[in-house]
């Protein structure tokens, strides 16, 4: 078990904040729904007493409790002043998802928590922003809003993910960088985000899963595993490789799919942008692919005995099977 | 498609055991082959798959250059370096290159186009010699992925114009003025690196000299035929464009043609010197390829079965040296013929098909491309003239230099060639040049 059992509860009160907040039609409840969400991850964060996950958890509230703040302010301006309202809405709901020019907190917060949480952290609490992102999509300033931050955090997202050693600022980076795709998703129109929201929860997911079973948190603790297997050194590199969105994989699916779209509204800048960036993420995928491949672990094997969890769990494999080959599959099955 | 492609995936779990998959590839090499007879246009067609003649020609250059990666290989085999993995990497780039030559659909053709990338990756990282195959299957990785993301947009643009990806259905676009030069630019791109086209060459020797036999096997043998082969699929779609840009790519070609020759004349490394070479051919079949004509288009396949067979059996011979004398060096590397003299005859053989000998495919190839070109302009032939001349000229060079001369003090003895290797030798040599006599098998 990854949680404790009590902390269900609070699981539960996270899912129905997400659900509250995307279901809610007026901003009031969406901010309501939202201080659900946050207020019950920060227990699920603190699962132990531990410096990290406590100043990970301090980090968490105070950036999503002032993006909060200034959400229901300019909710309660918006008679008042309805461009503007709207405006500091969208940046409040951006700096919740740690979108581009406010994504400071984003790896530093995945950084302190352990792989479950920052799973959660990467996939489920980007729910609720981003559907009430895709409400706010019916003005021209509002719209190049969105299709700035999503363009500079695919940059930011590609250029930051460089230098990372550490795997979960590396997950956190990549996930900026899939969350370009997602508002220019969001920009096109509410499917093509949700369809990648779909895809990228299922291969990030696929990755973490594979990361926390072989407790890896740095690259070298990932070239370090004693119990070094075949399948292993396979699927780990293929699986990051998805998430990079190299083209046979899983991954490349919903890229595909925004591609397709953009060029057929001929937004070719963007595409431009977005490709560029998502080549400049494979390169580091492919640091962490290179040394797995290179097939020569006899050097620094530690000492430590993992209980692995890889060779009895079926839902990885398949998991990491469906990540792999997932292409092969009909598609529009596994939306 | 399926009775080629499924014993290929049961052939994955025999991995184990090598003679099985081996004889196993011949097999299913043989069966492809008993359809080299056969009067229609696209047969075994089903699942988006089919093969029409070019192909057909393809598929089965593949096939065999697999199998003859898992003869030349067995060093693999005998250190036990991971050789079932090597087995699997090997079958899956084999499918997913069959996948390629055979899908009916361009999405399909551009997803196995980019999926054969990645075993190749893991063929030069894993069993790769030196610590810069890093490098090198990085730099490799990117420069054809770089250029073959355009390709990707490129043709999703073509399915929202003309509303079908269907190869066979592809129709001509007519000019668009500027919009449509760039269109036609990032497609042919993404298949003149890997061609290569001169100055998109850059990645091919590093790939080569890093890659082990198998990799160069295949990325001389057939990786390098997929730019061929993109290229006389797309450009049915651009055929207006195409002319515009004709003499660009033909000149360029040429040219680069005769100053790679001269690089090749400059290297020290067997393997290097092979890789440029190939560059050199593959630049007759960019000419052959954007001429339009048939004889050109017909050339060019040849020219590509030919060079695939000939410059993977070279490689063949370098690597066998280099499993002996632990160097690729032409410097080391001197006086082979007093080391392995009944190996000197394979050497001979293989270095005269490279240079378009009789009775060699090589040479039916270039003849046919010569003509194409002179029949385009009069004016190429100086360029030509000046690249048959050095591509013998290298060939010579490194013939003389590896076999003639004294060899190297510190070598003590070796085997003069196995059974096996000869093998290997001799069915890369045969096809060769038994083809000419019946070369409408591979012309289209």
Not at chain 1, 86 to 99: E, R
Not at chain 1, 225 to 250: A, D, T, V
Not at chain 2, 123 to 131: E, F, S, V
Not at chain 2, 386 to 414: D, I, K
Request: net charge positive.
């Amino acid at each position: 078990m990854t949680f404790p059992i009590s902390y269900l509860f609070f699981f539960l009160t996270l899912l129905s904040g997400t659900t509250l907040s995307v279901s809610s039609t007026s901003w009031f409840g969406a901010w309501l729904g939202l201080e659900l969400n946050l207020l019950s991850f920060i227990p699920l964060i603190t699962t132990k007493l531990c410096p990290y996950l406590t100043e990970a958890a301090i980090k968490y509230f105070l950036i999503q409790a002032l993006a909060s703040t200034i959400l229901i302010m300019s909710a309660s301006i918006f008679l008042y002043a309805q461009s503007i309202s709207h405006v500091m809405i969208l940046l409040s709901l951006l700096l919740k998802l740690g979108a581009a020019p406010f994504h400071f907190w984003f790896p530093q917060v995945t950084e302190g928590l352990s792989w479950p949480q920052a799973f959660i952290l990467l996939t489920i609490q980007k729910l609720a922003p981003m559907f009430l992102i895709s409400y706010l999509t019916f003005s021209d300033t509002l719209m190049s809003i969105i299709m700035f931050s999503a363009l500079l955090s695919s940059l930011v997202g590609a250029l930051g993910g460089l230098n990372m050693m550490k795997l979960r600022k590396l997950m956190a980076f990549s996930s900026i960088n899939h969350m370009a795709w997602m508002l220019v998703g969001i920009y096109l129109g509410d499917i093509y985000w949700l369809i990648y929201f779909t895809f990228y929860s299922f291969v990030s997911g696929s990755v973490i899963m594979l990361l926390y079973s072989t407790h890896s948190f740095t690259v070298s603790n990932l070239l370090n595993q004693s119990s070094k297997s075949l399948l292993l050194n396979m699927f780990i590199p293929m699986n990051i490789l998805s998430l990079g969105g190299l083209p046979p994989f899983l991954g490349f699916a919903p890229k595909w799919i925004m591609i397709q779209f953009l060029s057929a509204n001929s937004m070719f800048i963007p595409l431009l942008v977005l490709l560029t960036s998502s080549l400049i993420t494979l390169y580091f995928y492919l640091r962490l692919f290179i040394p797995l491949s290179l097939l020569s672990f006899s050097f620094f094997i530690s000492n430590v005995k993992l209980t692995s969890l890889f060779s009895s769990s079926y839902t990885l494999l398949s998991m990491s099977f469906i990540n792999i080959f997932g292409i092969l599959f009909p598609i529009p099955f596994m939306i | 498609m399926l009775k080629f492609m499924i014993p290929l995936v049961v052939l994955i779990k025999y991995s184990k055991e090598w003679k099985i998959v081996q004889v196993g590839m011949f097999f299913v090499s043989f069966i492809l082959s008993l359809h080299c007879y056969h009067n229609f246009y696209l047969f075994s067609v089903g699942f988006n798959l089919g093969m029409d003649y070019i192909s057909y020609i393809m598929i089965m250059l593949s096939f065999w250059v697999v199998s003859l990666i898992l003869i030349s290989s067995q060093k693999v085999k005998k250190l036990d370096n991971f050789n079932s993995m090597f087995i699997m990497v090997n079958i899956m780039l084999l499918v997913f290159l069959v996948l390629t030559f055979s899908s009916m659909d361009y999405l399909m053709f551009y997803i196995s186009f980019e999926a054969s990338l990645i075993p190749t990756l893991i063929l030069i990282l894993g069993w790769g010699y030196q610590p810069e195959r890093i490098q090198a299957g990085i730099y490799m990785l990117f420069y054809t992925l770089a250029f073959s993301l355009p390709l990707l947009v490129s043709l999703l643009v073509y399915y929202s114009v003309s509303g079908s990806l269907i190869i066979n259905l592809s129709s001509s676009l007519s000019g668009m003025g500027y919009v449509s030069k760039l269109w036609y630019i990032s497609t042919v791109l993404a298949f003149m690196v890997k061609l290569p086209m001169f100055m998109f060459h850059l990645w091919l020797p590093k790939a080569h000299v890093e890659a082990p036999i198998a990799g160069s096997m295949i990325l001389a043998g057939v990786l390098l035929k997929l730019g061929g082969y993109g290229l006389i699929r797309v450009l049915i779609m651009f055929q207006e464009n195409n002319k515009e840009f004709c003499w660009l790519w033909v000149s360029v070609s040429i040219m680069g043609g005769v100053y790679i020759s001269l690089v090749c004349m400059r290297q020290v490394d067997m393997k290097s010197l092979i890789a440029y070479s190939s560059v050199v051919h593959m630049s007759l079949v960019l000419c052959g390829i954007v001429i339009f004509s048939w004889w050109g288009l017909a050339g060019c396949m040849i020219l590509m079965v030919g060079h695939g067979l000939c410059s993977s059996g070279l490689f063949c011979l370098a690597n066998m040296v280099y499993e002996r004398t632990g160097s690729r060096s032409l410097m080391v590397n001197k006086g082979l013929l007093t080391f392995m003299p009944s190996m000197g005859l394979w050497w001979f053989l293989l270095s005269v098909s490279n240079m378009a000998s009789p009775p060699s495919l090589n040479l039916m190839g270039e003849i046919m491309l010569i003509l194409t070109m002179l029949s385009w302009s009069k004016l190429t032939i100086f360029g030509i003239s000046l690249l048959s001349f050095f591509s013998a000229s290298y060939t010579l060079y490194m013939y003389s230099l590896s076999q003639h001369g004294v060899f190297y003090n510190s070598l003590y003895s070796c085997c003069s060639g196995k059974v096996n290797e000869y093998l290997s030798l001799f069915l890369h040599w045969l096809p060769l040049n038994i083809m000419i006599l019946n070369s409408t098998l591979v012309m289209i």
